[in-house]
């Protein structure tokens, strides 16, 4: 069965410095990956999404992933965090699933920026 | 555009009442998904329709949970009889059939007293 790991579960970046998040996956097949971020009291929103083709994907926010098939791997970077990137981060893979494909989610990691 | 719309955005209700959960999907969206977050077990996926017929309903917890979709245009949660541990918040999400990214409403806060 697919699964999804975020193995940090808090983060706490200056404001200015570069971040890394990272996540693992586990799927036999090739991934649909995704990132999402959730600022308190809101949904989730989507920041990138891998499916194929260039393994370095760019989002909003200045937000970037790079997929590597041989660590299982979809990290998400910045290189200079602001103080309203402080929010929670999900990564997802996109499985197939009786014609649907359903994301399968990390428990998140939680993003602390200091002044 | 406007994006997926859930009511109420609050709840707050006694053990053993009734509480229905309102989602309105992105029109044009084919596949609609509720899912419950709490702290202890992250997000959850209940159920998940496409063109209005539920396909996968493992994730409910108990048959005191239901959901139905109508119409392309709205779904329901219902919780009956609610429990004080049903409290969370739950998200409706929208998509394209397909491996397309999910478009979350922002959730309903629910409290069971």
């Known amino acids: 069965a697919q699964s999804v790991t975020q193995p940090d579960i808090h983060i706490t970046v200056s404001e200015g410095a570069s971040l890394e998040l990272r996540c693992n996956y586990s799927?036999?097949?090739?991934?649909?990956l995704f990132w999402y971020v959730q600022s308190p009291g809101q949904g989730l929103q989507l920041l990138l999404k891998?499916?194929?083709?260039?393994?370095l994907v760019q989002g909003i926010k200045g937000f970037e992933a790079e997929f590597k098939r041989s660590q299982s791997s979809f990290n998400l970077r910045k290189p200079s965090v602001h103080w309203s990137d402080a929010a929670e981060y999900f990564c997802a893979v996109g499985v197939s699933r009786r014609g649907s494909y359903i994301p399968t989610f990390g428990r998140g990691t939680s993003l602390i920026v200091h002044p | 555009d406007a994006g997926v719309i859930q009511s109420p955005r609050h709840e707050v209700t006694e053990m053993g009442q009734e509480v229905t959960l309102r989602c309105k999907p992105i029109s044009g969206h084919n596949s609609l998904f509720w899912y419950r977050q709490t702290m202890m077990r992250g997000l959850e996926l209940l159920i998940y329709?496409?063109?209005?017929?539920?396909?996968?309903d493992s994730g409910m917890p108990e048959d005191r949970f239901s959901a139905k979709m109508p119409n392309a245009s709205f779904s329901t949660l219902k919780i009956q009889p609610s429990e004080p541990r049903d409290s969370a918040v739950y998200f409706c999400?929208?998509?394209?059939?397909?491996?397309?990214?999910?478009?979350f409403g922002d959730g309903t806060r629910l409290s069971i007293l």
């Open positions: 891998y499916f194929s083709g260039d393994t």
């Open positions: 999400a929208s998509s394209l059939q397909g491996p397309q990214p999910q478009h």
């Open positions: 329709f496409n063109n209005n017929v539920p396909i996968d």
């Open positions: 799927y036999g097949a090739t991934p649909y």
